[in-house]
């Protein structure tokens, strides 16, 4: 067993490591070398067997998952659960062994064992049930798996399952399929794959036969295993099968990845340590009381369960679940849905923030973000357009760039006229993302583009291709000039090479030098702010050479078979240049406000992307994610520079760290952003900041992103880009795919923390009462005040509702403004809060509870002086005729009848100075004047729970069933003045802490 | 092959089994630190001066707390009616919800031997003085010391209703109550409630039990085995009331009720009650017996011992 799981965590360490491929590099011939195959015939069905044989199917192979009984005992028998087991057991102990030793045995511990049994299982399934639905992480990746996929053996191509394919075939990809193994593409016809799936960015790729880059996911001859042809179709040779491929590997990890404990399941081992350390001790000294009393070793070692028991606080385990529920239903209304309850907690004490870029941070939409032509920078902010609009209107320039831009456009808007009613920036679009953006734009400023695009009809185009870079079409124009118009739009540097004079102030003139530098400045300019650049250029063709009905030849060229082929009947150079579009993904709207409370909150953001540094770089200054003002270049530079505040760090960097160089990096720089990393690397910055003790929060969309996500104390998945995979192996998922719901998540985490330590104060107050009664019985040998069913009665009736109340409680000061909470000093439950509710606000209610005793018991009776002692006379069957103070001869029956009516009091009692205890939980430090009434359910449940003590004590049947007698109404007065000495001494108690701080009450009692 | 991976395994259970230790001696340490840290003479977390402070502070909200108690119980003592509760009768729990006021019966000599509960089990030796232990010998003296101590009140002769029944055969203290002699006098009595008095009853002529009572005055009182069983080995049972001896039945008088509480209480109220003399039981057989009495709002319940009481007679050797 050791072994298996030293060889898994040896597996699990190797797929940390970037996968191994230089497919991509090799020329294809190389390729069909390696795997024995060749394009035409492709494998014979021997050898792919053998190949089979040896690699196995080409599926994800599942992981061993937990069995379900297993998944379910683990909610039955963990934690808290334990605790309450472990009571339940001895409570059935302590019943046998009265059982067989007393000849009148009472069946409280049966009940009690019971009770304790029903509330682990009941909690038990409700939070397995909780668990049940958010873990199928295996099952989302099999939705990435084709069904059918088409290969070329012995030369003939068929359909075969794709579990069968192996390393060396040739697959036939068409539009609308997965790709079912990696490949290395052989021929593409306008093949776009959608990597969504992988990376998360929804734009959808063009991938062809070139080798364009390094980088696997980037390079263009590369298609991955469940990702999606939108468009196109391609052949392509299989380089990887089933859990080696890409997305195998990372499906792989991401189910190995076990994660710690949650930081909430820390605090609540800790309150367990304390709770069950007390309860022990106090057993322990009561019990060797009780053998100096006089009782029998049975006796004392069911007087030392009971009272262990008696401090097992039943309901909190239900109170805890259902707070967290409940919090978990108010974020989903925010948009933030959390499928592991304990991950609410989390977040709020989250101290890192590890974010993605694309989708999170910014709208995932492409956008005209500036301008430049006549020598000025404009930013096409539709506003600033609007202010500037007579210049823009009387502007040749714009006018002319406006038109290339228009018509050098192959975007269109969806053709339905619901859609085209809509605002211009809400509009389906189809196409290119940058295309969509000038398209957009150009909409917006000009007007119906469509109807422009119409009178300038289209005479023929070349698309853009990642070999040519640019894009052209030829127009016929309505401007009365007959000669055709060249529009040209595409990469800068491409089209500057093509371009000899430019066009400012309504004048063409030569592009020379002076303008070329002008160009240069403008470009760096627009490039640092991370936008991507677009030049566009014209040319009029000369009427003579092109007269109106010339046949222009674009088809010649075929730029998926030959891309370097560039021979048209008509010049591409000579063009005159207009101006740069730039565009950026820009950052939503209300993310630099977050990332701003993020800050004021104490929590630091590292920004993981695979975009390039100077796009992260530019989108992480706009969001305030880095504050400096250095230059990209000056940032890159500060990676190593341990005093910088901030720093920028390329994926290849990060490759040649050690973890030293890596805890240092992140240590010490507090603004850092990771550009072009990789999902393995992700997942080493994650593991990095956890070894450094902090809590991670991750946010990702892409499946590249699951393994960090998994890893993360708090995976945060996007709810409407986000793949599936990402989704479930996530904690929380945003449902607006808007960071700034994170910071909602956040403040409720931290408030229900804050509301978690009022809940556990408050159930713990009752502990004493319901305690004290049993140990008076004990040493006065005075009747039991207070009977197990009663106790039951609080614990998980009454108490119930208001102590869930307690998660309603609004913060009592701006928790957003601190830092989070040091998982190593600030626990939940402190000494100096069992001290609070048991020592303060628990003894106050028990003498509430033994005030009522008394007078109920003098008032029938038994003056207190005739109590003490009587124990043993009161409980014998034998006596049927026991004197009380007035000489009254009480049998058994009767006593018992006034010791029931004694328990209803006591529990009536505890349940009035419950009242003032729960508002006096409501606020840790404010007066509660100042907190306010306004929780209107936490008001509902102190009517509540008055309502079912009156229930329980008065309706006929239910209070024979819970052993209670109804009350005389002037004993429900009774506890009043202890209800306000509760209210009037912790009012007094949170003054003095307000006014002096740090005096011994503060230290001592504010939890 | 093989031994590679055994000793693989061997290792990793030694590296775990060290893991745990380590981590045990951490927690250990810990725990030490806690309890007493040296370093800061901090004993539980806190030093001596924080100490005294939380326990000052605890001593005074004790007080404080201790003191409201005491004050506020005092007041409401001493609000409360001298001679009698505030609750009696029907206001008072001897009213519950499956218990009409009713009041018990209860028997004498009842006592408890050693550090056992009390009990309802009177076992009786003869005075053949060979046979017998002195543990047994000493119970017998214990029923009759336990039956002179409750009938001392009765010879307060001062007493306004004294309670006297003048002919009680061998139940006195002379003749050791018969529990020398293995015929046992047991005196039955009704429990005391403020305010209660039984009606008589026209006599229940289906109840076997009672139907035997018809003719007695007064409330009729009697006793008999519990099961068929009991009564055959019970024998013959004869009855010292007020209004003279019978074989059938005991009785009450009327007279002497209500009890009117601690007002009574001064006077030293006598309260009734029935000798029974069980003449001739079956020995070395446990017997049960049951006295009812019977009133018109005194309702019988068995296992509440309403209106009833059951002990157990033993008999240790045939006289």
Request: proline share 4%.
């Amino acid at each position: 067993m050791f072994r298996e799981k030293l060889t898994t965590r040896k597996n699990l360490e190797a797929l940390k490591h970037e996968i191994d491929l230089d497919e991509h590099k090799l020329s294809i011939n190389e390729v069909y070398r390696r795997y024995g195959t060749s394009p035409a015939m492709g494998l014979s069905e021997e050898r792919a067997s053998v190949i089979l044989e040896r690699d196995g199917p080409n599926d994800l192979t599942p992981i061993r998952r937990t069995p379900e009984i297993v998944r379910l005992a683990k909610n039955m028998f963990g934690g808290f659960a334990m605790l309450l087991w472990i009571g339940a057991v001895l409570c059935f102990i302590a019943h046998f062994l009265e059982l067989y030793t007393l000849d009148d045995p009472q069946y409280d511990n049966m009940y009690l064992g019971i009770a304790l049994a029903s509330v682990i299982i009941i909690t038990g399934f409700f939070s397995y049930h909780q668990q049940a639905k958010s873990s199928k992480i295996m099952e989302s990746f099999k939705y990435l798996v084709p069904q059918q996929a088409c290969v070329v053996r012995h030369g003939k191509s068929r359909n075969i399952n794709p579990d069968k394919i192996v390393v060396g075939d040739i697959v036939e990809i068409q539009r609308g399929n997965r790709i079912p193994a990696d490949i290395r593409i052989i021929r593409a016809h306008g093949l776009k794959v959608d990597n969504s799936s992988l990376t998360g960015e929804c734009e959808p790729q063009v991938r062809g036969i070139e080798y364009t880059n390094d980088d696997i996911l980037e390079t263009r001859n590369l298609a991955f295993f469940g990702t999606f042809a939108v468009e196109g179709s391609c052949i392509g040779v299989v380089i990887r099968t089933g859990d080696k491929t890409f997305i195998g590997r990372i499906a792989n990890l991401t189910a190995g990845i076990e994660r710690g404990h949650t930081p909430i399941a820390v605090e609540i081992t800790h309150f367990i340590r304390i709770i069950t350390i007390i309860a022990v001790v106090v057993g322990v000294i009561f019990c060797i009381c009780s053998l100096f009393l006089g009782y029998t070793y049975v006796e004392a070692v069911v007087f030392l369960i009971s009272i262990i028991v008696a401090q097992v606080p039943e309901g909190l385990l239900a109170t805890v679940t259902v707070c967290l529920t409940l919090t978990a239903q108010r974020m989903a209304r925010k948009n933030c849905l959390v499928k592991n309850l304990e991950a609410i907690e989390t977040l709020g004490s989250t101290t890192v923030i590890c974010t993605d870029k694309t989708g999170t941070l910014t709208q995932n939409q492409m956008t005209v973000a500036h301008m430049w032509f006549d020598n000025h920078i404009i930013d096409s902010d539709i506003d600033a357009f609007h202010t500037q609009s007579n210049y823009i209107k009387y502007s040749h320039c714009w006018s002319a760039l406006a038109r290339c831009a228009t018509l050098c456009n192959t975007a269109t808007f969806t053709d339905d006229p619901n859609n085209l009613s809509k605002p211009v920036l809400q509009r389906q679009c189809e196409g290119d993302a940058s295309e969509i953006a000038i398209l957009k734009c150009m909409e917006d400023i000009t007007g119906n583009v469509s109807n422009y695009r119409s009178i300038n009809s289209k005479v023929c185009e070349v698309q853009f291709s990642s070999s040519n870079r640019y894009q052209l079409s030829i127009h016929s124009t309505d401007d009365n000039d007959e000669r055709y118009l060249l529009v040209m739009k595409g990469a800068p540097e491409k089209i500057i090479k093509n371009c000899s004079t430019i066009y400012v102030d309504g004048c063409e003139i030569e592009f020379n030098q002076f303008w070329k530098t002008q160009y240069e400045t403008a470009f760096k300019e627009l490039s640092n702010h991370g936008e991507r650049v677009l030049a566009f250029a014209d040319y009029r063709l000369p009427l003579n050479k092109y007269p109106r009905g010339y046949e222009f030849d674009c088809d010649t060229i075929n730029f998926h078979v030959n891309p370097y082929f560039e021979h048209f009947n008509f010049p591409t150079d000579g063009l005159r240049f207009l101006g740069l579009i730039s565009l950026i993904d820009p950052p939503r709207v209300n993310v630099a406000e977050a990332v701003q409370k993020c800050r004021s909150a104490g929590i630091r953001l590292l920004m993981i992307t695979g975009d390039h540094p100077l796009t992260a770089a530019a989108i992480a200054r706009y969001t305030g994610i880095i504050t400096d003002q250095d230059t990209t270049e000056q940032l890159i530079e500060n990676v190593f520079d341990n005093n910088a505040r901030s720093c920028v760090i390329h994926g290849s960097t990060l490759k040649t760290m050690n973890s030293i160089q890596l805890d240092n990096l992140i240590k010490y720089h507090q603004e850092i952003v990771f550009a072009r990393t990789s999902p393995q690397q992700k997942l080493i910055i994650v593991e990095t900041c956890q070894r450094l003790g902090e809590i991670v929060a991750v946010t990702g969309d892409g499946v590249n992103d699951s393994p960090a996500l998994k890893k993360a104390d708090i995976g945060i998945a996007m709810g409407i880009t986000g793949s599936d995979v990402s989704k479930q192996a996530s904690d929380m998922i945003l449902l607006d795919d808007n960071f700034a719901s994170i910071i909602t998540g956040i403040e409720q985490g931290r408030i229900i923390f804050d509301n978690l330590k009022k809940s556990i104060c408050y159930t713990l107050s009752s502990k004493i009462p319901e305690l004290s009664p049993f140990l008076l019985y004990m040493i006065f040998q005075i009747p039991l005040p207070l009977g197990t069913i009663a106790i039951l009665c609080i614990d998980l009736g009454t108490d119930m509702l208001p102590a869930i109340s307690l998660a309603y409680e609004r913060a009592e000061s701006d928790i957003m403004k601190r830092p989070p909470r040091d998982a190593k000093t600030e626990h939940l439950a402190t000494d100096r809060l069992i001290s609070m509710s048991y020592g303060q606000l628990g003894m106050i209610q028990a003498g509430g509870g033994f005030f009522v005793y008394t007078i109920v018991m003098a008032e029938n009776g038994f003056f207190p002086s005739r109590l003490f002692g009587l124990r043993k006379s009161w409980d014998s069957r034998s006596i049927n005729d026991l004197e009380d103070s007035y000489g009254q001869e009480w049998t058994y029956e009767q006593r018992k009848a006034l010791e029931d009516t004694c328990h209803t009091a006591f529990f009536v009692t505890v349940v009035i100075v419950q009242w003032t205890v729960l508002l006096c939980c409501k606020s840790r430090r404010n007066s509660l004047f100042r907190q306010g009434m306004s929780n209107h359910v936490l008001n509902m449940s102190i009517i509540f729970e008055t309502l079912l003590a009156i229930l329980i004590s008065y309706t006929p049947y239910i209070n024979r069933g819970l052993m209670m007698y109804p009350l005389k109404l002037h004993w429900w007065f009774l506890p009043l003045p202890f209800t306000l000495l509760v209210l009037i001494y912790d009012e007094w108690r949170k003054w003095i802490i307000r006014k002096y701080p740090g005096s011994i009450i503060d230290q001592e009692t504010s939890y | 092959m093989h031994l590679k991976t055994k000793s693989k395994q061997r290792r990793s259970i030694r590296e775990w089994y060290q893991d745990f230790r380590s981590t045990i001696n951490k927690h250990l340490h810990t725990l030490g630190n806690f309890i007493y840290n040296q370093e800061h003479y901090e004993i539980f977390g806190r030093d001596g001066k924080r100490w005294s402070k939380l326990a000052a502070f605890y001593f005074c909200f004790y007080v404080v707390l201790g003191g409201f108690f005491c004050l506020y119980l005092s007041i409401f003592m001493s609000l409360l009616p001298l001679h009698q509760p505030r609750y009696i009768g029907n206001d008072s729990r001897l009213t519950s919800r499956n218990n009409p006021l009713s009041p018990g019966l209860s028997f004498r000599p009842q006592t408890s031997f050693h550090l056992n509960d009390v009990q309802t089990l009177i076992s009786l030796s003869s005075n053949d003085k060979e046979n017998q232990k002195e543990s047994t010998n000493d119970k017998t003296e214990i029923y009759i010391k336990n039956l002179d101590e409750y009938l001392k009140v009765y010879n307060n002769t001062q007493s306004s209703k004294n309670f006297t029944i003048h002919d009680v055969g061998d139940c006195n203290s002379i003749n050791h109550y018969g529990y020398k002699n293995g015929k046992p006098c047991i005196l039955i009595k009704i429990n005391k409630l403020i305010g209660f008095i039984p009606e008589v009853n026209r006599t229940d002529v289906d109840n076997k039990h009672e139907s035997e009572c018809i003719g007695i005055p007064n409330i009729p009182v009697r006793c008999m085995g519990e099961y068929l069983f009991d009564q055959e080995m019970l024998g013959n049972v004869i009855y010292y009331s007020e209004s003279g001896s019978s074989d059938v039945c005991g009785s009450i008088d009327i007279k002497h009720f209500p009890y009117n509480g601690k007002k009574n209480r001064n006077n030293v109220y006598q309260a009734p009650y029935v000798w029974v003399q069980f003449q001739n039981i079956t020995p070395y057989v446990l017997i049960s017996v049951e006295c009812r009495i019977f009133a018109a709002n005194i309702f019988y319940d068995k296992i509440a011992q309403r209106g009833s009481i059951r002990f157990q007679l033993y008999l240790n050797k045939k006289i």
